[in-house]
Nanobody, 120 residues
Framework: VQLVESGGGLVQSGGSLRLSCAVS????????MAWFRQAPGKEREFVAH????????VYADSVEARFTISRDTALSTVYLQMNSLKPEDTAVYYC??????????????WGQGTQVTVSS
């Protein structure tokens, strides 16, 4: 499975961004797709995950009601819509894939990451 993120950038506090993760590989229907983030000097943390079938959506408390994870199976793309962004959302955001859902970072496949910077 290969994952390529895009859509990061610089945005002011309160603004929005949509991240995309282009996914390729066999039997994608078997996978859960997740977004993680890692800020400088901090551990990688779970943001959200979703099943390729569309179920199994879970969010971290810190992003609940502000972020939305979704997927378009026809385009083989997973999205993370981020609204009401805060400076503490600044991080490198990674897309990840795993057969079984988990909020831990032991996913099997990872993208290269995309930088999101929120200015105050």
């Amino acid at each position: 499975v290969q994952l390529v993120e895009s859509g990061g950038g610089l945005v002011q506090s309160g603004g929005s961004l949509r991240l995309s993760c282009a996914v390729s590989g066999p039997r994608l229907y078997e996978y859960f797709m997740a977004w993680f983030r890692q800020a400088p000097g901090k551990e990688r943390e779970f943001v959200a995950h979703i099943g390729w079938s569309g179920g199994g959506t879970v969010y971290a408390d810190s992003v609940e009601a502000r972020f939305t994870i979704s997927r378009d199976t026809a385009l083989s793309t997973v999205y993370l819509q981020m609204n009401s962004l805060k400076p503490e959302d600044t991080a490198v955001y990674y897309c990840a894939a795993r057969i079984f859902a988990t909020t831990k970072s032991d996913y099997d496949y990872w993208g290269q990451g995309t930088q999101v910077t929120v200015s105050s």
